[in-house]
């Protein structure tokens, strides 16, 4: 019996069954083959006789460029120039990248009317099917953001070996990449996403990601096809995170489809709490209908919040529908789902909208997102550790622009976990889709502004995204489009029927950078800036006051450029005030988008760099700085200036090297450490400019008694207690405490200095800390170059399975240990262990002082961890 039973289990990971009903997924033993090398048609490749013995093995979920990979005929775009050797779709045409997908599979004719059913998840851009021999799609099948579900029960074979074939044709047009964004911007008259054609932050998808992109699976019913259930939660009144809770409110319905020949009723049912929710229903023959169910109360409801202000608690139901005449299950789906409820509010002080959920006010600390893999090299591992970066970096929503996705269920499935709220634009951008006008374009801004073609296609594939991802608790809001508005024609329907009718819960906001979001008082687009900024501007300079876009730096460090540039190209970039961005760049470091990021006059106050080395630690000096006085500025002037903002960008779909708190390979810099201490829940700063201290509270809960301590050390070590004062603060709010300025200024005026800020509690618990640099008086950080160097001590532990506790102490005299960058390498090869979590990173330790960091991975076989940690004055 044991043996049986670990069989079973094999099955049922090796065939990829999905956590519902009976459905597996056909994700492996594909073979593809380019059209221009076969002249037969899908009836005859489809036909299981068909030889495909000399076809290729594909990659599905996939694209033609991935399966080109892994069979080995293309090099690695994200490397180097390897993008350039690769054939562009505009180049070659259509054809070139117009492939067939193969997949054969066993499954038995069905009996007592049982129903097969084939889901393609998505493809881009349009297909045809072929299943032994016969043609499935009787109507065209195109569209990338668009499910097809097809009921195959009479296609298969009646020995059980079947056969799909299917074609897959690249967009059409395919758009010229010109180096405007999104290229000549006719990507955009598909439904699809337009960053393919090149972008300022990636070069062109050379294949523009055509192939059968998404999962396909096969699932069995029997004649009562249960779909697209619908989860709402209703919770009144203004809730404080905790056990007890009032009532909340569910309502759930479902769509029901008859493939039979005859009604059938029966019940609709659910199980919560121990308690059944029913509702008898009749289905016609070879007929769809939406039942909703009686609404059910739920007593003392554990409630979902977003980071940080709560837990990320979940409820599963089982919704199944039972054939009356037998008692029998013809189909059920598992839904999970959180209870929280988000509203909206306008803030007439700051002219912005304010984001509540559960009737609490939340102060937004948001990043862009992009897309996960520019390739659509999509896993749950990877949406897992991107999604838990941003909620270390103490975060709590992400926005997915507009030029890309509606993202994946397993990308909400992350963000549920991680407390992150969403905001979801539909596939519109300002760039291509005609904000502006654009020499690069290859039409006018009136036709533009009509894009895509097919306007009916746009709403199909509108309400099908809706109902694939709104049960999810993390959705949060829907957005018209990055930068621009849809089309009138799809705004209003969008706006006014579809989603009131299909969700009806969530924010719509027209466009990212709309008045209505965000009233733009100050002219301009609405978002921005995008370079590296002096500090001071981001607490002193006044912007919009929900920003959609502000940010821009993240080049990674020495090992993170190692891993895409070859090393003959790892030249620091330099200072040059005649070049076009003030710098002389290594044409590879152009490609992979560093030109423009702006570098050159922040870090040439650290001294100019002398090596590759050099310039990547002090880039991240940079980082660090750029990203903790970003949010910081922004916390300082909660709900007076600002109800939010959202970081461009957070992370990168490719190799590039503009506005990332890691790399591609999962590998954080320092933007993303930067970020996370100043954006902390509780946190105590200091005005670069007034060297004013303050403390920002987002908690629902006043602080009491608690103890504001700011020392100043010097570059030598030595200590001076600047002040000592005991504060008390309300809730969701910021707070100037004690200035500092007169007391620092004679400090830090020949070299420059360190400002170190602890906020204890009652107990003399740690509950906040900040540790600065200042440059002296001439804005030069003299005093760094001077500095001693000083040993510490490191210690490490495995704590558990995949977690490692370090210990780092710095010797009672001398100088501060600046700047250490901590890392948990394969001790055999050197290499990062990666995705790896750390508590805190590029920590600074006072004399006498230390620090303790705590770092989870995923542990492998025949690998064993090393902790290497490289400071500013300390020795490898």
Not at 220 to 247: A, F, M, W
Request: glycine fraction near 8%.
């Amino acid at each position: 019996m044991r043996k049986h039973i670990v069989l079973i289990l094999i099955c049922l990971v090796t065939a990829g069954w999905l956590p519902a009903q009976n459905r597996y997924e056909l994700n492996s033993g594909w073979k593809c083959h380019p059209l221009s090398q076969t002249k037969d048609r899908g009836e005859n490749i489809s036909n299981p006789s068909y030889s495909i013995s000399k076809w290729k093995n594909a990659v599905v979920p996939g694209t033609v460029l991935t399966s080109l990979l892994a069979n080995k005929e293309i090099p690695d775009p994200f490397y180097g120039m390897n993008n350039e050797k690769i054939p562009d779709i505009y180049d070659t045409g259509r054809d070139y990248y117009t492939y067939w997908f193969v997949k054969d599979f066993q499954e038995n004719t069905p009996v007592n009317g049982e129903q097969i059913w084939l889901t393609f998840r998505g493809i881009n851009y349009s297909c045809e099917i072929y299943l032994n021999g016969q043609k499935v799609n009787k109507e065209k099948y195109e569209g990338m953001f668009l499910r097809k579900t097809f009921n195959i029960t009479g296609l298969l074979s009646k020995n059980g070996k079947n056969r799909l074939a299917v074609i897959v044709y690249p967009p059409d047009p395919v758009g010229k990449p010109n180096g405007g964004q999104g290229g000549d911007g006719r990507i955009a008259k598909n439904v699809s996403h337009q960053y393919v054609a090149g972008w300022d932050w990636i070069q062109p998808i050379r294949d523009r990601n055509t192939g059968i992109w998404d999962k396909v699976y096969i699932e069995k019913t029997g004649l009562v096809n249960l779909k697209n259930p619908h989860v709402i939660t209703l919770v009144p009144g203004k809730r404080i995170p905790g056990d007890k809770q009032d009532e909340a409110v569910l309502k759930v319905s479902a769509e029901l489809q008859n493939a039979g020949n005859a009604k059938i009723s029966g019940t609709l049912k659910y199980e919560i709490n121990g308690d059944i929710v029913t509702q008898k229903v009749s289905v016609d023959a070879n007929s769809e209908i939406e039942v909703s169910m009686p609404d059910y109360t739920i007593k003392n409801p554990k409630l979902w919040w977003p980071s940080g202000y709560g837990n990320q608690d979940l409820y599963k139901i089982k919704i199944e529908f039972v054939d009356e005449s037998n008692q029998k299950t013809q189909d059920f789906e598992i839904v999970q789902f959180g209870v929280r409820e988000i509203q909206t509010e306008w803030n007439s002080h700051t002219r912005s909208k304010e984001i509540y959920v559960n009737g609490q006010r939340i102060f937004i600390k948001g990043g862009n997102w992009i897309i996960s893999d520019a390739m659509l090299r999509f896993s749950n591992e990877r949406y897992d550790a991107e999604i838990r970066y941003h909620r270390d970096m103490n975060l709590n929503l992400i926005r997915i622009w507009g030029g890309a996705l509606t993202e994946r269920p397993e990308f909400y499935e992350a963000c549920n976990k991680y407390g992150m709220l969403v905001i979801q634009d539909f596939w519109f951008s300002g760039d291509c889709n005609g904000r502006w006008l654009d020499p690069l374009k290859a039409e006018d801004q009136w036709t533009r502004r009509k894009y895509p073609d097919n306007h009916g296609l746009v709403l199909e594939s509108a309400i099908d995204m809706i109902k694939m991802i709104r049960n999810h608790a993390s959705l949060a809001m829907w957005c018209g489009g990055n930068e621009i508005k849809p089309p009138v024609d799809i705004l209003l329907p969008l706006r006014d029927t579809i989603l009131p009718k299909l969700d009806g819960t969530r924010w719509f906001i027209d466009y990212s950078n709309s008045d209505e979001w965000s009233y733009n008082f100050l002219g301009g687009n609405g978002d921005g800036p995008y370079t590296i900024q002096p500090i001071e501007s981001f607490w002193e300079k006044q912007t919009w006051p929900f920003n959609s876009e502000v940010g821009s730096v993240g080049v990674g460090d020495y090992e993170s450029l190692l891993r895409f540039i070859p090393k003959e190209n790892l030249i620091a970039p330099r200072y040059n005030p005649d070049a076009k961005f003030k710098e002389d760049v290594d044409p590879v470091w152009t490609y992979h988008t560093y030109s423009g990021v702006g570098y050159e006059n922040h870090i040439l106050p650290y001294g100019e760099p002398t090596d590759i080395k050099d310039f990547a630690m002090k880039a991240q000096l940079v980082n660090y700085n750029q990203y903790r006085a970003l949010i910081e500025g922004f916390s300082s002037h909660m709900w007076e200036w600002y109800t939010g903002t959202i970081i461009w960008k957070t992370q990168n779909p490719w190799t590039s090297m503009r506005g990332q708190m890691y790399d591609y390979y999962l590998d954080p810099n320092a933007c993303l450490f930067g970020l996370r201490k100043g954006s902390e829940m509780i946190h105590i700063m200091c005005n670069p400019v007034t060297k004013q201290t303050m403390v920002v509270n987002n908690s629902f809960e006043p602080l009491n008694d608690m103890m504001l301590v700011a020392k100043h050390y010097d570059y030598a070590g030595n200590e001076t207690l600047l002040t000592q004062e005991v504060l008390y603060m309300e809730a969701s709010h910021s707070k100037k405490i004690i200035p500092l300025q007169k007391q620092l200024e004679e400090k830090l005026k020949e070299d420059g200095g360190f400002l170190y800020l602890q906020l204890l509690d009652r107990n003399q618990k740690l509950v906040s800390d900040n540790f600065y640099w200042y440059p002296n008086a001439k804005g030069e950080y003299t005093g760094l170059n001077k500095m001693n160097k000083t040993e510490i001590k490191v210690t490490s532990r495995i704590a558990a399975s995949g977690k490692m506790e370090i210990s780092i102490t710095n010797a009672e005299k001398g100088p501060v240990a600046f700047f250490n960058r901590i890392a948990i390498v394969d001790s055999k090869t050197g290499e990062r262990i990666l995705p790896a979590f750390y508590s805190d990173n590029y920590i600074s330790v006072v004399p006498g002082e230390t620090k303790n960091i705590t770092v989870e991975y995923t542990p492998q076989p025949d690998v064993t961890p090393k902790v290497v940690v490289l400071g500013w004055n300390t020795e490898k």
